[in-house]
C-alpha cells in the first residue's frame, strides 16, 4: 500500500505561482512512475504531468513551459512548480503513483486562481 500526502494547494491571483508538494509513505525510488492530474468542476480528471523512475518527464500541452515537476528522493517527494497562473487552472490537483500494476491516489488539494 502507498500512502500519498498533498500540501501546496491554496489561492493565488492569476500570474502567480504555487508549488505542491507529494509526500510519499514509501521509497519514491519504488515507484515505477509518479504524476500529477487535475480536475475541475465538472470537468474529467486530466494529466498534468508524469515523471519516471528515470526521471523521463511528460506535461499536458497546456501546462508546458509553466509548470514543472520534479521529485526528491531523499524526502520521498513529488512536486509540481506551477508559474503564471490562470483561473483555468483552478482545479482540485491529485498526486498519482503507479507501482506493480497498481495505481494510488492522494485525497487531492485545492489550487484556486483569482482573476
Known amino acids: 500500500q502507498v500512502r500519498l500526502v498533498e500540501s501546496g494547494g491554496g489561492l493565488v491571483q492569476a500570474g502567480g505561482s504555487l508549488r505542491l508538494s507529494c509526500t510519499t509513505s514509501?521509497?519514491?525510488?519504488?515507484?515505477?512512475?509518479m504524476g500529477w492530474y487535475r480536475q475541475a468542476p465538472g470537468k474529467q480528471r486530466e494529466l498534468v504531468a508524469t515523471i519516471t523512475t528515470g526521471g523521463h518527464t511528460n506535461y499536458a500541452d497546456s501546462m508546458k513551459g509553466r509548470f514543472t515537476i520534479s521529485r526528491d528522493s531523499a524526502k520521498n517527494t513529488l512536486s509540481l512548480q506551477m508559474n503564471s497562473l490562470k483561473p483555468e487552472d483552478t482545479a482540485v490537483y491529485y498526486c498519482?503513483?503507479?507501482?506493480?500494476?497498481?495505481?494510488?491516489w492522494g485525497q487531492g488539494i485545492q489550487v484556486t486562481v483569482s482573476s
Open positions: 498519482n503513483a503507479r507501482t506493480y500494476g497498481q495505481i494510488y
Open positions: 514509501v521509497s519514491i525510488s519504488s515507484l515505477d512512475a
